[in-house]
């Protein structure tokens, strides 16, 4: 495969201040056969009247929606319009590294890998300001085929957050097109629900573990600090689709389920403690109830029965969670709020510390 053709498309909704950054960064790229696709999503702001201007190179290409579709959507208008073989979600508000689409080439020219995943850096930002930032990398690295090579990197991609993304991926356009996947439009979780579908049809991947893409976690856009009604409903079913997923094309490894498990139990204190946000509208008394509406479903017993597989802090929540302590868990999501409101960036070091 010579001369690859990369699809950048970025999905572009009041995201004006960021769009200069990263317009240069495409024009300094050292790789130049790339398409780069803006997709135009109604935005509040002057985001359309910025690409109009600055977009000057014939390889780039504004798209504008006829209203606003959301993420999943506007993704979608791109991917048909992609003409690359290999094509990634960026998101414009990011930045990556000057030699990240180098790399990716050199692998695609050597190994045509169904998908690329590539390391992270998260900067974590304060009213404009870097406060820390963190490597985000995987246990393997290069191609990888082997069926249980597979299912051990699959396992460890997700356990460091790297799996469920899209904007960290490189996709072979083809596959996407022949097997008709899309994405869905969902408040949250679409990334990992899309790959999730992917990855039925994925038998080989290349893991490139540098932190060439470095995702912006910043306190005034985050959707750490937006209350979403679905949360824990979306966060389980796609952790449930997850396990599905490892068990009908792999099988259920003990690490798998570890993770799995532990990974349960981070979405319910996380979802306590959202339901203290002003913005859900929610009494203690409703907050009561529906802590106890969770310990005492069904559903969820595979995750009670398995309190056993809990590590790392999560460990400590295993008395909590045997003996059914509802008022514990309300004041545990109570103190892990005011942390998170008042000391943002020792709340994201806390929770980054896995």
Not at 5 to 22: A, E, G, Q, R
């Amino acid at each position: 495969m010579v001369n690859i053709k990369i699809s950048l498309i970025f999905c572009c909704y009041n995201v004006s201040k960021y769009l200069d950054m990263v317009y240069h960064l495409l024009n300094k790229q050292p790789y130049r056969n790339i398409e780069v696709i803006f997709v135009e999503d109604c935005s509040t702001d002057d985001t359309k009247e910025k690409l109009f201007a600055l977009v000057d190179d014939p390889r780039m290409t504004i798209i504008e929606n006829n209203h606003n579709l959301g993420l999943s959507a506007s993704r979608n208008v791109g991917l048909k319009h992609a003409t690359g073989d290999y094509v990634g979600f960026p998101d414009p508000d990011d930045m990556f590294d000057v030699n990240w689409l180098v790399e990716v080439s050199k692998i695609i020219q050597t190994y045509q890998p169904q998908v690329i995943v590539t390391g992270m850096r998260e900067d974590y930002e304060l009213n404009n300001k870097l406060q820390y930032s963190k490597e985000v990398l995987s246990e393997y690295s290069g191609f990888i085929h082997e069926k249980d090579d597979m299912l051990k990197a699959i396992v460890n991609l997700e356990s460091v957050f790297l799996f469920g993304f899209a904007n960290n991926k490189f996709y072979k356009t083809s596959l996407l097109k022949d097997k008709g996947l899309t994405y869905k439009q969902l408040a949250l979780k679409e990334d990992f629900e899309f790959n999730i579908r992917l990855f039925y049809h994925v038998d080989n991947i290349y893991i490139l573990n540098k932190p060439y893409y470095f995702y912006k976690k910043r306190n005034n856009n985050s959707l750490t600090n937006k209350f979403v009604k679905e949360y824990f409903t979306l966060h389980i079913d796609t952790l449930c689709d997850f396990k599905n997923f490892l068990e009908n094309k792999y099988f259920l490894s003990k690490q798998a389920e570890s993770l799995i498990v532990n990974r349960f139990f981070r979405y319910f204190l996380s979802a306590i403690e959202r339901n203290h946000n002003v913005a859900s509208n929610l009494m203690p008394k409703e907050q009561l109830e529906w802590i106890r509406d969770i310990l005492l479903n069904e559903k969820y017993t595979y995750f009670f029965e398995n309190i056993d597989l809990l590590d790392g802090k999560l460990k400590y929540i295993r008395v909590l969670i045997k003996y059914k302590k509802v008022y514990y868990f309300y004041f545990l999501g109570k103190v892990i709020n005011h942390i998170k409101n008042k000391f943002p960036i020792l709340f994201s070091k806390i929770r980054g510390n896995r």
